[in-house]
């Protein structure tokens, strides 16, 4: 009870039948937990409410790119359903468990809801972007990816290839970041890659050998 309703009572030395009991908070009412007759304990909860002035957007990260997140790096955030509208965010929360089915983690971006235009449950696009680095990539088109890892068709001379090995890193645009596996000069089969690894295990079988000839 309020201090005003305390004193009224001091005052009247009477109760009324009905008291109001007055929040603390504003929000958005997302919840009552009690109805008319109901009884509440001390502590217990009476209405829940939700304030929309900030709101979290929710982005997937694969594993592999979580050590390339800067928690002070700049974050766009970007919604289908409101075209041309981007908000600035910030990086509140990194997930510190990560799905074992999907790899995925999911990293919390705070944003501002001027105007409270935003909707909960809204989907949107999270655009994180750190410092430029220099990397070696390739075209997605080129990587082989199975249960095994990543590899890649490498040109050894003429028309013989050789089947490699390599760690894949970031993704974006339609390339893919190359962590290990290739130099510099190394000559790649950018188109076709996937018709040539079938033409091998073709000839040769499913595990590949030293070397191919076409």
Known sequence: MSEAQIQELATNKKATP????????????????????????????VVRLADLSTLWAEAQVYSSQLSFIEKDGQVIVQFPDMQGKEIKGKIEFVNPEINPDTRIN????????????????????????????NSLSLPTDAVI????????????????????????????????????????????????????????????GSNPMEGMKM
């Open 18 to 45: 009905l008291t109001s009991f007055y929040s603390n908070a504003g929000g958005y009412i997302t919840a009552m937990d009690v109805k008319e007759g109901d009884y509440v304990a001390e502590g217990g909860t």
């Open 106 to 133: 999911l990293v919390r971006v705070t944003i501002p809801n001027t105007g409270n235009q935003l909707k909960p449950g809204m989907p949107a696009y999270v655009i994180i972007k750190n410092r430029e680095r």
């Open 145 to 204: 990816r199975d249960n095994k890892g990543a590899s890649v068709w490498v040109q050894i001379s003429g028309h013989k290839f050789k089947y490699r090995m390599v760690e894949i890193g970031l993704e974006s645009n339609d390339r893919v970041e190359i962590k290990s596996g290739l130099k510099n000069g190394d000559v790649v089969v950018i188109s076709g890659a996937y018709l040539l690894n079938s033409e091998y295990v073709f000839k040769i």
